[in-house]
């Protein structure tokens, strides 16, 4: 078994196929790598991040259990909150998945901008309620 130590690794001016194991990590263009996913299908490394996600409590006083990429939470009023992003997006056209308890929630794309984004949480008969366990992910472009 060899070990290299290094500090750099300077590649090469065009894509260059780098073998880890059996898997090919392929370098597309600046800021752009790829990976050899299932069977010979490549998967941009970029794209398949997540970008922002939260656990939190908006049950009696809202906080956060533990996140990334999230500057801070704003509990707007009952079961509205608003996520708001460290690291900016490109753009509003992201995705966010939401989960809670049993609880659905509600995005308004109006309300989604490049630093934040809104959710709702709603009971089986359609309030705004809070609950304790909730859960967010943000995929997209970071800016």
Request: charged share 10%.
């Amino acid at each position: 078994m060899s070990t290299i130590v290094t500090d750099t690794i300077t590649g090469k001016s065009t894509a260059t196929t780098i073998t880890i194991g059996s898997t090919p990590v392929v370098s597309a263009s600046a800021n752009s790598m790829t990976i050899r996913g299932e069977g010979t299908a490549q998967t941009s490394i970029q794209q398949g991040l997540c970008k922002m996600w939260i656990n939190w409590n908006m049950g009696g006083t809202a906080g956060v259990y533990d996140s990334f990429n999230l500057s801070s939470l704003t509990d707007n009023a009952t079961g509205n909150a608003t996520l708001n992003i460290n690291n900016d997006m490109a753009n509003n056209d992201y995705s966010v998945v939401y989960s809670g308890n049993t609880y659905h929630f509600v995005g308004n794309n109006s309300n989604k901008a490049v630093g934040s984004c809104q959710v709702t949480i709603h009971d089986s008969s359609n309030n705004a309620t809070d609950v304790s366990q909730n859960d967010a992910q943000v995929n997209g472009d970071l800016a």
